[in-house]
């Protein structure tokens, strides 16, 4: 006996099954029949035109229903109440085909997106399906995030201390979409456009071993989007970056609790950012990010290999550690006049010297490493949006980034649910 051939083809036998006993069932119902008229949405009243089949994908297979059509003279268009009903106006695919087909085009290529659908649940949709789904359903995220803020959670179920972190990962594009902009190729142009993140977390979990602050588990919610964090002063509105951050401190409660973190790479833009929109916050710049500064300054000067370049780096990240800003800039001055990255290293540590205060920070048992930040610009966009061979568009990138970040936050369950309810 084949028992994986037997269990699949029973499958196949059962769903086939039960897709008859569903589209009976519907097409028995005539309640979609409103009368000769219907309120079309011009206002004028459309004209009953008999019941029309549509074959629908569903998580059962392919069914045949039949739907009261309604067409209205004056501005020339038909609808099918019943598809507004069931979810299905506009596509060929049912809302359970719709989400699991979305989620795959989320996590995997689009190619490989359709090879799951019809491994895993039997059902077949092409890779260029699988594409305008995920990207259709991302956008409504999008727009869904955008007008959806929720009340910030209740105080007795916020932890002390929240972490804010924000960072940029570069995503490779369509030629189209670079068309003016300035990047790092040689000959200044430029090959991926910046996906800007912002990610909260607590970190009351302590490591046995280190006793430094562990992110909770559960606990870390993404934002993200290809736009721009620049503001300038007779800008009415906040950037669109900025609005993102606002929105999803406040869903976090970010503004209730007691202690407020923003971490950073130590880029000006995220500190502009905190100083107008998180005022109050503690800005800490990644520790680090802040030792591969050193470190690429000892390979500067001395060479990139042996054991000078190891042992001065090693001297300036236990002076950091230590908090000896003071001995760590004596050190880099040295050689500032000299070399250009030493002169950075030192331009940007004394730009930062109140957000490198380590010890004074592990004293209050704060988090001082943007690794959750970091791992964030891995997990919500590089795992798929950077993989070999992609290019993207910035309606199709910004619509994947949004329900990864959606499915990673843990809120797809709540836009599913906002989602039913407007087509109900």
């Given amino acids: 006996m084949d028992f994986e051939a037997l269990e699949i083809a029973v499958r196949r036998k059962a769903l086939a099954v039960a897709a008859r006993a569903v589209a009976q069932r519907l097409n028995a119902d005539h309640s979609d029949h409103q009368g000769p008229y219907a309120p079309c949405e011009c206002g004028t009243p459309a004209r009953y035109a008999g019941r029309v089949e549509k074959i629908i994908t569903t998580a059962l297979g392919d069914m045949t229903l039949k739907r009261a059509y309604y067409h209205c003279e004056r501005c020339e268009r038909g609808f099918f109440p019943r598809d507004r009903a069931l979810g299905i106006e506009g596509t060929s695919l049912s809302p359970a085909v719709m989400r699991m087909t979305g989620l795959v085009g989320a996590m995997v290529s689009f190619m490989e997106g359709g090879e799951l659908m019809l491994e895993l649940a039997g059902v077949r949709v092409d890779a260029k399906q699988v594409e305008r789904t995920a990207e259709t359903l991302g ?127 130590g880029a000006p833009w995220i500190w502009n950012l905190a100083d107008e929109h998180l005022p109050g916050a503690i800005q800490i710049v990644d520790r680090f990010h802040a030792k591969e500064h050193l470190s690429e300054v000892a390979k500067a000067i001395y060479g990139p290999k042996g054991d000078l370049p190891t042992a001065w780096a090693k001297q300036r990240h236990d002076d950091l550690d230590d908090g000896k800003i003071p001995d760590l800039l004596a050190a880099l001055a040295l050689h500032a006049s000299t070399n250009e990255e030493a002169r950075k290293c030192a331009d940007y540590i004394t730009t930062n010297r109140e957000r490198m205060r380590y010890p004074e920070f592990h004293a209050q048992g704060l988090c001082t490493s943007t690794g959750v930040v970091e791992a964030g610009c891995k997990v919500a966009v590089g795992t798929r949006l950077k993989r070999a061979g992609m290019h993207w568009t910035l309606a199709g990138a910004n619509a994947i980034i949004a329900l990864r970040c959606c499915k990673l936050s843990g809120r797809l369950e709540d836009f599913w649910e906002r989602r039913s309810a407007r087509a109900r």
């Fill in 139 to 265: 956008a409504e995220i999008a727009q869904d995030e955008r007008e959806h803020v929720e009340p910030p959670p209740p105080q007795g179920v916020l932890p002390p201390t929240l972490y804010l972190g924000m960072d940029g990962t570069g995503v490779p594009m369509r030629k189209e979409e670079l068309e003016g902009r300035v990047g790092k190729q040689p000959d200044g142009t430029a090959k991926t456009r910046e996906v800007k993140l912002a990610v909260i977390w607590s970190a009351e979990a302590r490591d046995p071993k280190t006793h430094l602050p562990m992110r909770d588990e559960g606990s870390i919610t993404y934002s993200a989007a290809i736009e721009s964090a620049a503001s300038r002063d007779t800008d009415t509105l906040p950037s669109e970056f900025a609005q993102r951050v606002t929105r999803e401190a406040t869903r976090r409660g970010f503004d209730c609790v007691r202690r407020r973190v923003v971490l950073g790479d």
